[in-house]
Structures are given as C-alpha cells and as structure tokens.
C-alpha cells in the first residue's frame, strides 16, 4: 500500500430529518442514489482510489441490492459502521492495509456530499501530503450573532455580532497521512471528537486549511435534496 491513496466514504444516516424510512444517502438523485455520485466524485479526481464505504449492517444488504439494481461496479470496501462517527471510521481503518503504509494518504468524506469538486479533492490529498493533515473549508457570507445567557432572572437572552471573517465553515473530504490518522485513532473516545480533524487536533497536530467548494453541500433534509437535484 506503499504511496496509495484511500477514502473511507461514511454513510450512516437514518433519514430521520428528511422525514423518511430511506437513510438519506440512498434517496435518489438523477434517478441514482447519493451515495453512488459521492464514490464517482472520488474515482473522477483520483481514478483508482482505494474506496472503503462504511455502512451500519442492517443497511449493507439493501446497499448491495442497490449496485445490482443500478449496475454499479465501482470498486469498493464495505466496514460496518459504529455506535459513532469516531468508531465508524476508526472501523475503516482497520479495513485498511496497515503494511508498508509510509507515503499513504486517507481521505475521510461523508457519504452525503456528493457534490465535491475534483479540484478540491486533489487539493486537499496534496496539502496532506505536505503538511500531514487537511481540511476543506468556506468562508461564512451571513452575518453571525452569539448567544449571551442572561444572568438576572426574567430578562431574555442577549447577543452579540460575531467577526464572521475569522470563522469558516468546514467540508470534507478531511484527508490525512495514514500513518498520522492511525496514531490519532488510537485515542480513547471523547464526546469532543466532532469530526477527524479534532481528533487529529487533540493527538497534537495541527490542521492545515483548503479551500473548499460552494456546492459541497451535506444533503441532510428535504430542502438539501431539492438544491441537490438542481445541482445535478
């Protein structure tokens, strides 16, 4: 696995916010579900990818009825999803090769963001490679106010304007060093641990940022999948 590349795809959701039964990365765009133009979207900027799909076990039958419904034959991994984020993908790791894995990147993507560009793809697997550790991320364009809890009783809540030019909003696909990711996974669970980049954070290492892709959105309600179906 010397110099390859990898993405574990996390795909997860119940579809309890699109107010449906169907998990949300099999809902249908273009006909297709969303989680088969999330792994496109990887072959396409990195043909040849290593791509391990992590799904929760009741899921993963129904998922390959799906490619065989769809004749969809990209190549790909299949990892049982965890009680978390952090064991899911930390499951993906361990479907991993971990011999000869000096030189090896890993993209982490949630399987839901089928939108993200080539270019920031390829960005992201480069600044990796250099600096060990990359996130995708936009500037916020709206205005942003803080909640201030109010500390005498019967008075509501105050708030104050935030500098959004020094916020950004995070993507994916969160892309590593393997060797890095691995030591980093190693870590015992904390309710902290909000994405792979902070747990990278909190092994020590510091997060370099790219820029990410507008249309990189996360299809997570009924108002996303109408942006998605336009999009597409």
């Known amino acids: 696995m010397r110099g390859g590349s990898s993405v574990i795809i996390v795909a997860g ?17 273009g006909e297709r579900p969303v989680l088969m133009h999330t792994m496109e979207a990887f072959e396409r900027a ?5 791509i391990v799909l992590v799904l929760p ?6 998922w390959q009825e799906l490619c065989v419904q769809h004749a969809f034959t990209l190549p790909h991994t299949i990892a049982d999803g ?21 030189g090896c990147l890993v993209a982490v993507h949630d399987g839901v963001r089928p939108f993200v560009s080539a270019e920031v793809i390829r960005n992201c697997f480069d600044a990796a490679r250099k600096y060990g550790a990359a996130v995708p991320v936009v500037p916020v364009v709206e205005t942003v106010r803080q909640l201030h809890p109010s500390t005498t009783e019967g008075e509501g809540d105050s708030s104050f304007t935030i500098d959004r030019s020094r916020l950004r909003l995070v993507q994916t696909p969160q892309t590593f060093q393997l060797p890095l ?8 669970y904390c309710d902290a641990f909000t994405d792979d980049a902070s747990v990278v954070e909190a092994f020590g290492h510091p997060i370099t940022l790219v820029e990410g892709n507008r249309e990189n959105i996360k299809i997570t309600t009924p108002f996303d999948l109408r942006i998605a179906e336009a999009l597409l």
């Open 13 to 29: 959701g119940k579809g309890l916010r699109m107010g449906t039964d169907l998990p949300k990365q099999f809902l249908p765009i």
């Open 46 to 50: 990195i043909p040849g990818i290593h």
């Open 57 to 62: 076990k009741s899921q993963q039958a129904f």
């Open 82 to 102: 965890g009680e978390t984020r952090f064991h899911s993908v930390k499951n993906g790791l361990n479907s991993l090769s971990h011999d000869h894995i000096e």
């Open 181 to 188: 990711l691995l030591r980093a996974f190693e870590q015992p």
